[in-house]
């Protein structure tokens, strides 16, 4: 008796493991890349210079953005300022950036390749009054793309 109950419970258990493995979801794999721009500068309503930054070795054959956050180290004073974002798929979005250091996240790229240059500037968004006030934006920005593959 203890013969066969141990051969019916190895066969219960080995078609039970067989079952769970064709109904258990696969989930994509993914990663992230995180790339810093040089300081970025906008005086009295102009651009700031580009700054291009590149994804490097991307993981998978077929990646995808899942996400893109922004870390924006602001210099104290900062006037407001929009960021501009390009991807390697061409691309360009542009969000209000903060007037204090923190994290925001940009929308609009998921779906996209991650692979490639990424071209980052910002546009000070005041003007000059008699002459002598001039905004000035200024702020490091460190881009994290988060893509599955």
Same mark, same amino acid.
């Given at each position: 008796m203890k013969r066969v109950t141990k051969r019916v419970f190895t066969a219960v258990m080995a078609c039970m493991m067989a079952c769970l493995?064709?109904?258990?979801?696969?989930?994509?794999?993914?990663?992230?890349?995180? $790339?810093?721009?040089?300081?970025?500068?906008?005086?009295?309503?102009?651009t700031s210079k580009t700054s291009n930054v590149t994804s490097g070795s991307? *993981?998978?054959?077929?990646?995808?953005?899942?996400?893109?956050?922004?870390?924006?180290?602001?210099? *104290?004073?900062?006037d407001p300022y929009t960021i501009y974002v390009k991807s390697p798929s061409g691309t360009t979005k542009s969000i209000s950036g903060p007037?204090?250091?923190?994290?925001i996240t940009i929308t609009g790229f998921e779906?996209?390749?991650? *692979?490639?240059?990424? *071209? #980052?500037? #910002?546009?000070n968004n005041g003007v000059s009054y008699n002459g002598n006030i001039y905004p000035v934006s200024t702020?490091?920005?460190?881009? $994290?793309v988060a893509y599955s593959y």
């Open positions: 493995m064709f109904v258990t979801p696969v989930l994509a794999a993914t990663n992230n890349f995180s $790339k810093t721009t040089v300081k970025l500068n906008a005086i009295s309503g102009g991307v *993981s998978g054959s077929n990646p995808s953005i899942t996400k893109v956050e922004l870390y924006c180290n602001v210099a *104290s004073g900062t007037t204090k250091s923190g994290t779906g996209e390749n991650p *692979s490639g240059t990424w *071209s #980052i500037w #910002i546009q702020v490091t920005i460190t881009l $994290k």
